[in-house]
């Protein structure tokens, strides 16, 4: 494992030992490997030797094995994926439909080895995946109620939407920018994180609170649970490390209290 190291810069070398290194098991390749931190924000730069994977990445794999055992033989769509869950998922699970929005691109059309979707404005027939995944996605949309209607419609009853977000939970949610007439008002100063498909990068649209589970129910009806994980020996050590499952009702809320009226 140590000769994986010869790919990085000397500099960086000596950096990582002095960050230190962790020995453990990633649950995305699932073998023995090394933990090493590119930088203090681990969240973005704490890496598995082998497959480069990262805390949240580890984390949501970790989440799914434990709620979705049998994820591999699944519909997945996944929005804007990268990395090493990327590949994980496009190499093991058949039923793995991956996407991206390009600007100008006409929305379910193949563009540069995905499928164009505008969450907002899904092309997917009702009740396509069992399971619905964006990593770091929902901070970024324009319409995120639309959005999460718009999950929550391609799912199958009982289906669930599994992901991360950087989640401020002791505060309001701040919304930052604003759609008007095609346009983006700013209300704060831009920030824009990286976007591995666009140089520009990705606008961080709102900055989700306190208030993100209550949201998604009145939205789109579906119920979450937050799982916060911390598990050295997994590389699974960072702050807004949470992942979030979002369940699809098996039936409509008013089948389950009907009977209890008829009683």
């Known amino acids: 494992m140590i000769k994986r190291l010869r790919n990085i810069s000397i500099g960086d070398v000596f950096k990582i030992f002095r960050r230190g290194l962790n020995t453990g098991y990633c649950p995305i390749c699932e073998k023995k490997t090394l933990f090493y931190k590119k930088a203090d924000w681990l969240r973005d730069n704490y890496h598995c030797i082998r497959c480069s994977s990262i805390p949240r990445q580890r984390a949501l794999l970790q989440v799914m094995q434990q709620f979705f055992p049998d994820w591999r033989n699944l519909n997945i ?30 929305p379910g059309v193949l563009y540069s080895g995905h499928r164009c979707e505008d969450l907002a404005r899904q092309t997917f027939d009702d009740e396509s995946f069992d399971l619905v995944i964006t990593q770091d996605v929902l901070e970024h949309l324009l319409n995120p ?36 007439d095609d346009k983006v008002v700013y209300l704060e100063e831009p920030d824009y994180h990286v976007n591995p498909i666009n140089n520009e990068g990705s606008l961080v649209v709102t900055e989700w609170g306190k208030d993100l589970i209550d949201t998604i129910y009145a939205s789109s009806g579906m119920t979450t649970t937050v799982i916060h994980i911390h598990d050295k020996q997994a590389g699974i050590e960072a702050k807004f490390i949470e992942v979030f499952v979002s369940r699809k009702l098996s039936g409509s809320t008013s089948s389950l209290t009907d009977r209890w009226v008829r009683q």
């Open 145 to 180: 109620i639309q959005s999460l209607k718009e999950i929550c419609r391609t799912l199958r009853p009982g289906g669930a939407h599994i992901f991360t977000v950087p989640w401020y939970s002791w505060q309001d949610t701040k919304i930052r920018a604003i759609q008007e």
């Open 77 to 106: 769509h996944e929005s804007s994926p990268s990395g090493a869950t990327f590949k994980k998922f496009s190499s093991e699970c058949q039923g793995y439909l991956p996407s991206q929005f390009f600007s100008g691109i006409p």
